[in-house]
Each structure stands twice: as C-alpha cells, then as structure tokens.
C-alpha cells in the first residue's frame, strides 16, 4: 500500500472541467474537514456540536418546530442506518469506513484476471452493473492524486493517519445517488435529513457491490464515500456536471440534488470528458442560494482562491462557503441544512418537459430570463414537513 506523491502535473483537462489550481495549491489534509474537526478543535467543538452527533442515535431530542418531532428524528436516523452498520464496524481499530477511510473489501481479488482488450467496452459494462445495483449516474475519469487527502485520520484519537491506496490506480468510477425530491423540499428540516441519510445508504451497498464485481474480474477496487479525496473534482472530470456556487454539482439529469460515491481502481477503462453547459455563467449572475442562507456562509463574489477558514483547501480558485458558519447552523438546528440546494434555481425534475424547456432557456444566453420565470414559479418554496407526512 502506499500513499499517492506530491508531484503531479497539471491536468490538460482542467480548463474544460473549469478547474483552476494555482502556485499555493496544497493536497486537503481531512484532519481539517469541518466534520472531523468538531471531535477534536476547540475552535468547532462545542456542546451543540455533541448534540448535533448525538441526535443521530437513538437519544435524538424532539425540539419545538415543525419537522423536529420525534417521528422526523426517527425517519432521519433509520434511513442512515446501512450507512451506519458499514461505517462503524471496524470503528475499534479508528477506523470509520466512507467517512474517514474508505470502506474494506468484503469479498477477496480473483487470482486471474480477466483480459480487456477493449476498455470502451468495458466502461459501457461498468455503467450498466452500475445501473443495475441502483446507481443514477455513472463516470469515469483518470485517477488525479491532487484530489486524495495529504492525510486521512485515526477516530480513535483524530491523529493523522496515512491514506493507503493500493499501487497502480487509474482510473476513478463516480456514481450519482438521486435525493428524494419532495423531501429536499422540506429543507430544514431533521424530516429532510431522510433524504441525505437514504442515499448515503443506498450509496454505501452500491459501492460496496460493484467493487466486489470489480474484484471478482481480477482486479483492484476501493470503494469510497466521503474517505479518501474529494469527490467533486472527480465528478466534474467524469462529465457528470459543473460546480456551483453553491458547493454543489449541477447536473443535468438531476440538478444539485443528488450525493456523490467513488470507486478507485485498476481495471483498464476509457474515460469520460468533462461537459461544461453553461451552469457558471447561470451562477455568475445568480445568488439565490447566498440569498437564502441563515448565516451567510456562501459567497456573492466571483469564484477566487480566497480561504475562509481552516476547512478551505489551498490553492484553488473556486467558490468557497465559509465551513464553520454553515456546520454551526446545522449543529443549532440538530440537523443538516441544505436549503441552498431547495433554493437552487436548477433544483427540478427534469423528466418534465417543462423544465426541460427551462434547462434550456437557462443554459442559453437568455438565462436572465430563466430566472426571471423560476422566481415567479413557486418552484423554490419550502414544503410543510406535515404535508410531507400527509401527501
């Protein structure tokens, strides 16, 4: 096992996927993922954060408002559960699998591998297995060691740990999970958490099979969740959409409203393009999703390298939320928030013709007018979590 280098060219790809490293670029080290620093820096850590974990148990804490009831809590918890069983199995040794490491090979490498003599081929396969255990969306794109973490962690004691990949990995399979819409509806909510909670679920069990048929073919295979690197770069390398002011990957298929899982692997596989269509120049005049923040923690200037806080990586021009700002308002809530994702002018179900025809006008030059017509829609407006309930 050995741990990805430092030097690494630039990526020819880059212009087209709209990524922009510069001189200052440093690999993340997840010791400071905002997530992970609430168990160790005082900076984070606070009773609210405790409470923030602790509500994911069975100790969650019914609070005053609509969509906190102890019904909400219990949707929320029970669709993180296979999320849970996978990621804290080896906890014992500091081992938190998709979070803060990736998730362990369940099933052995066959001893024999099977010969690809044609690797386009063998992408179309992997997208169809991919498809058929449940995933969305399916790319792939080259391995990029400047995405993997400088570090990952120990949860024992949240000391810094080495991130073993396995030698020789070249490629990276990226699978989009779909979040319930009427429930990202009902953002925030601890009722909207279900929504986060099932895909992680769902992600996990996707992951964890279609590396084991990975595996099966004679080959590596590490399935990953949040562990490891950075999903977004890979993503948008992949062609599964574009980044977005408000953190998230816009796709075409389902917008912002979906969650990311990875496989990194040897297996010889052609790779996917980035798809640039437009979404920056909708998010270069459009601030909604800063609009519609509680505590301002994402940006209304243009994309730059600015960090921040600690939980930012270096060296990379790009729109940056401010990490402790957004964490603090989920711990106060007890819950995720993810209301810049509701507010998402691209936030739609794009099987309707509809809004098909409004993915196109806003892609277009008449993009202005795309907003326009989504602010007189209705589209954005939160859902009662009773009528959730009642539907």
């Not at 001189?23 to 997840?30: C, G, L, N």
């Amino acid at each position: 096992m050995t741990q990805p280098g430092h030097n690494h060219p630039p990526d020819p790809l880059d212009a087209a996927a709209g990524i922009v490293v510069t001189d200052a670029f440093e690999r993340f080290r997840q010791r400071d993922d905002v997530f992970t620093r609430a168990f160790w820096d005082p900076s984070v850590r606070s009773k609210q954060t405790d409470a923030f974990f602790a509500s994911y148990r069975i100790d969650a804490t019914p609070r005053k408002g609509e969509g906190f009831q102890q019904k909400d809590f219990a949707l929320r918890n029970a669709a993180w559960l296979v999320s849970d069983i996978v990621s804290n199995r080896s906890a014992g040794e500091g081992v938190r699998e998709g979070f803060q490491a990736p998730i362990r090979a369940d099933t052995p490498m066959a001893p024999v591998q099977v010969a690809v003599d044609d690797p386009a081929r063998m992408a179309g396969e992997i997208k169809r297995v991919a498809a058929f255990f449940g995933a969305d969306l399916c790319g792939i794109t080259a391995f990029d060691p400047r995405w993997i973490y400088e570090t990952q962690v120990d949860t024992r004691d949240f000391s810094e740990a080495p991130v073993d990949l396995p030698p020789g990995m070249t490629s990276v399979i990226v699978l989009g999970h779909q979040m319930d819409q009427p429930l990202v509806q009902t953002y925030p909510s601890a009722l909207a958490g279900a929504a986060t909670g099932r895909e992680y679920s769902h992600e996990a069990a996707i992951i964890m099979q279609l590396a084991a048929f990975i595996r099966n073919l004679g080959y590596e295979a590490v399935a990953s969740m949040n562990d490891t690197g950075l999903v977004i770069p890979y993503a948008v390398k992949a062609g599964l959409g574009e980044y977005a002011r408000n953190q998230l990957v816009i796709t075409p298929e389902f917008g912002p409203r979906l969650r990311f899982s990875k496989i990194f692997t040897n297996l010889p596989l052609t790779h996917d393009a980035p798809k640039p269509l437009g979404v920056k120049a909708v998010c270069d005049i459009c601030t909604r999703c800063a609009d519609a923040c509680p505590v301002k923690a994402l940006p209304f200037d243009a994309p730059s390298d600015r960090r921040p806080g600690r939980s930012a990586i270096r060296g990379v021009v790009k729109w940056t939320s401010d990490a402790e700002k957004c964490f603090g308002y989920w711990a106060k809530l007890a819950s995720d928030c993810a209301i810049c994702l509701r507010v998402c002018p691209f936030n739609r179900d794009f099987s309707k013709r509809r809004n098909r025809l409004w993915l196109t006008l806003a892609l277009s030059p008449l993009r202005r007018l795309a907003l326009w017509l989504d602010d007189r829609s209705g589209r954005a407006k939160r859902m009662k979590p009773r009528d959730w309930w009642g539907a």
